[in-house]
């Protein structure tokens, strides 16, 4: 068919790793092709290649049965190729109108026609059934929003063929149907969408074809009729087993480990990110904390691990007030965190793997003496980690920035869960993992809980939260919009609440 | 270098040749210009190597020069090894300097404990003086860089203002060279190594300060913790460590070691303090550490090659008609080269952005 896009034996190779390993794929005109597959199972690497981000070391590409070498993001734009990157390359300062046009602007002499640019914008939203305010800021809108002027600015550029990398991470799941709305209206204007993913239920909701990568190489292609969530996860990870995980069964009531009391922290700019927020858990049990993100999450871990300024209330651990403490005394005392950035809060990414791991505890014993360290003691230290949690690594000196995404997080967890914690506090601990180390980490933290720890479990996966916690409460601007117990709450009612519970008022006029 | 780079695979000797051709390259541009004076370089290097290493005095000399070398090198290295730059060890050192003479002269005193309260004193008033920028930036993120500079200034001129106000003896000349204090107390001055040249115990000092430091970097629980605020001070924090107070304590010791150097040379070379005595000693630190890496035991090693071309430079001025800024030269691109490849400023300068996102960011206190 005319348009379509033929990948043929793509090889890409890069320091260690076999990225694509003669990928060969053929990608109909006007339909929705997905991709999915672990991290590091090469689908970023072959969609970057499509833009011209990377240069294939060999391999063809051929749109319209026509061979394409692309030098640059700029080739790949004028063969029609655009791509909806899972972090939005958006300047916050500026209008919408002049992210659209960044980097094409219409006009002569150093003169931007914005006039124009307007109209052919109008447009192109009305043709495709988007509503983005032109004249607000980026970062005045919402993610949603901010999508949207995504696919406009692919759209003004004329693309043809969109790839929609992980376009579903950041949205509720409201925001996510109508994304697909707006992804069925590209395909009836005839435009070819790349949609990337490892939400399984999404691909099969979206997608007509469905190819799946595995080690850089495609081990499975099916149309969307014959696709089943469980088949893609096997072609996905390549065994059939999954443990399903369980929250803990908690029979009688306990003694609460973390209480929060009518909390409430204002920023820099005094907006109010936590209005009088009370709730406790108790040992053994694990709380989820539902909410799109920026809805107060970041502010209440940093008021319980002692990073944050407070205005008032009050934070006990074990029944004994912590407020003032610091994040040493409260480390001291039993808290443990998984935070949501590994690489640059949760490890150095320059030092070894043992430097990571004796992280808040190099001061005390065993691990040092009278200020002195015992290397013996740090050595077997970071061994009988590194065997417990299974991380795989060369050597314990090799810098942890060589590990790959679930290694790097497995060493950070190693690290929180070395001795036994009172309150952990977990931030997306499976973010980017693959299958296999998110099973084992969810498995890590249920045993914390079994062991009698209060785990506070912040995610923006709404699966994940729904399978490991006894409760889930909802964060909507800096308070609890929503609470139930384990089972008695759909994931569709968590996402309206997550979006403040009136869906569609979101503060921005259509 | 990206050639050499796949050709060795010994990290170690990898270093070596690196190191060897940036210096390789400086002096053989050095050579370019000693041929453009008219000179032949080979003689004009011969006579470097021999005024600095071919006789006992051309040695004891050597050592003058290393000991400050050395000491201005560790108090750069430890604000670097954390992330945090002490650009104003030369103004640490005039401030320490001056109080060691006020002390070696004006206080009396009958024995060697002279020499060592006035050591102590000079160190001191070094450190107070760092404390104040350690403060503009820990506290109110007022960048380090620029007002430790600009605080050298206030050194210098504070320190002539009080020399020629309150110290000197006939307040009558106006040359800067001639601004100088009385005389220090022989109970203050500081043994010398090999007698009569200028080398003294101040270079034992400078020794024991770098393997001291050197034990503490890599051997302590302190020592692993300033290392890990140097790559990434929000792991450090989240880790529960202290950052900023750590910070304002490295910062602190960094300027005690400035204001130790200067009282150093005071006591064990000039035995006054003059106006504009320090030809940029701390700024030699500067690139002493980069060069070492911030390595203390590397820094003895630097130290002793800065006090070998210091010295060297003057014996080949007096020789040949060679220009002893042909040295500077060969050192400045030495560390020139070497930066260009190896990426050590570029490493630092990463470790100053993560100060300002990561520390900088949140509001606890010192």
């Not at chain 1, 060369?394 to 790097?408: E, I, K």
């Amino acid at each position: 068919m005319p348009g379509d896009i033929i990948f043929q034996a793509i090889t890409k190779r890069f320091p260690g790793v076999l990225a694509n390993d003669s990928i060969s794929l053929t990608i109909r005109a006007k339909t929705v092709h997905a991709i999915v597959g672990e991290n590091g199972a090469g689908k970023s690497t072959l969609m970057n290649i499509l833009c011209g981000l990377l240069r294939p070391d060999s391999g063809e590409i051929l749109i319209d049965h026509q061979y394409k070498s692309f030098n640059s993001p700029r080739d790949a734009v004028k063969a029609g190729i655009g791509m909806v990157h899972q972090e939005f390359m958006l300047a916050r300062d500026l209008t919408v109108l002049d992210n659209l046009i960044l980097g094409y602007e219409p006009g002569s002499y150093g003169l931007i026609k914005r006039e124009e640019a307007r109209k052919k914008l109008q447009k192109l939203s009305t043709a495709y059934g988007l509503s983005v305010p032109l004249d607000c800021k980026i970062g005045e809108i919402p993610v949603s929003f901010q999508q949207q002027v995504e696919i406009l600015k692919v759209l003004y550029r004329g693309a043809e063929i969109i790839i929609f990398d992980e376009p579903t991470a950041v949205l509720t799941p409201q925001e996510t149907r109508g994304l697909f709305t707006a992804i069925r209206e590209l395909i009836e204007q005839n435009k070819t969408v790349i949609f990337i993913s490892h939400k399984l239920k999404e691909v099969i909701a979206i997608a007509d074809r469905i190819s799946i990568l595995r080690n850089g190489r495609v081990s499975g292609e099916l149309p969307v009729e014959e696709a089943t969530e469980q088949k893609l996860a096997e072609l996905m990870v390549g065994r059939k087993n999954f443990l399903q995980a369980v929250p803990p069964v908690i029979k009688e009531e306990r003694a609460p480990l973390l209480e929060i009391v009518n909390l409430r922290v204002t920023d820099q700019a005094k907006i109010v990110r936590i209005n009088d927020l009370s709730f406790s858990i108790q040992a053994g049990e694990i709380l989820g904390v539902a909410g799109v993100a920026g809805n107060g999450q970041s502010e209440l871990v940093a008021a319980i691990i002692g990073w944050g300024v407070i205005d008032s209330g009050r934070i006990l651990l074990n029944r004994i007030d912590i407020t003032t403490s610091s994040v040493r005394q409260r480390r001291l005392k039993g808290m443990r965190y998984i935070p949501q950035d590994r690489s640059m809060i949760g490890s150095c990414l320059s030092a070894a793997v043992w430097e990571n791991l004796i992280m808040g505890y190099e001061f005390k014993a065993p691990l040092a003496r009278r200020g002195l360290l015992n290397f013996t003691e740090i050595n077997n230290f970071s061994k009988k980690l590194i065997g417990r949690f299974k991380i795989k690594v060369a050597s314990q000196d090799m810098p942890v920035q060589n590990l790959s995404g679930g290694n790097l997080q497995k060493t950070v967890i190693a690290r929180e869960l070395a001795e036994n914690s009172t309150v952990l506090l977990a931030e997306d601990p499976t973010r980017g993992v693959d299958i296999a180390a998110a099973e084992f980490i969810h498995s890590q933290i249920l045993q914390e809980a079994g062991k009698g720890s209060a785990v506070l479990l912040i995610s923006q996966d709404l699966d994940e939260l729904l399978s490991l916690s006894n409760r889930i409460i909802v964060l909507y601007d800096g308070r609890i919009i929503g609470e139930s117990i384990a089972g008695e709450m759909t994931k569709e009612a968590i996402g309206l609440l997550m979006g403040g519970r009136c869906n569609g008022k979101d503060g921005v006029d259509k | 270098m990206i050639i050499v780079k796949k050709v060795v695979k010994n990290q170690l000797l990898l270093e070596f040749i690196k190191y060897f051709i940036a210096l390789f390259l400086g002096i053989i541009i050095g050579a370019i210009l000693i041929i453009l004076k008219g000179e032949n370089p080979l003689v004009a290097y011969y006579m470097l190597f021999k005024g600095a290493l071919g006789s006992r005095a051309a040695l004891a000399q050597t050592l003058r020069w290393t000991t400050p070398a050395i000491l201005t090198g560790l108090a750069t290295a430890i604000g670097f090894r954390i992330g945090v730059f002490n650009l104003g060890v030369e103004g640490q050192l005039y401030i320490g300097a001056l109080i060691a003479a006020i002390v070696g002269y004006a206080v009396p005193f009958a024995n060697r404990v002279h020499a060592i309260v006035a050591l102590l004193l000079g160190s001191l008033a070094g450190g107070l003086y760092a404390l104040l920028p350690a403060i503009l930036w820990m506290r109110y993120r007022i960048n380090e860089i620029v007002n430790t500079l600009m605080l050298n200034y206030v050194a210098y001129l504070l320190t002539e203002y009080i020399t020629r106000h309150f110290l000197m003896e006939n307040s009558v000349s106006a040359v800067p060279k001639q601004i100088v204090s009385p005389e220090i107390a022989n109970s203050a001055k500081l043994p010398l190594l090999m007698p009569p040249y200028q080398a003294n115990i101040g270079f034992i000092v400078a020794i024991i300060l770098a393997l001291v430091l050197s034990y503490l970097f890599f051997r302590t629980s302190t020592g692993y913790t300033l290392n890990i605020i140097g790559q990434n001070p929000s792991f450090a924090s989240y880790g529960g460590v202290n950052v900023r107070r750590l910070g304002t304590v490295a910062f602190i010791v960094s300027g005690m070691i400035g204001g130790l150097t200067g009282a150093l040379e005071i006591l064990g070379v000039h035995h006054q303090f003059a106006a504009n005595f320090s030809v940029n000693l701390g700024f030699d630190g500067v690139l002493i550490a980069l060069l070492a890496k911030t390595n203390p035991l590397g820094i003895i090693v630097v130290g002793f090659f800065w006090g070998i071309l210091k010295n060297g430079a003057l014996a080949m001025e007096r020789m040949t008609s060679a220009n002893k800024i042909v040295i500077q030269v060969v050192q400045a691109l030495f560390v020139l080269f070497l930066t260009v490849d190896t990426g050590v400023v570029k490493q630092l300068l990463a470790k100053r952005v993560a100060w300002t996102k990561g520390v900088h960011k949140d509001g606890d206190a010192i």
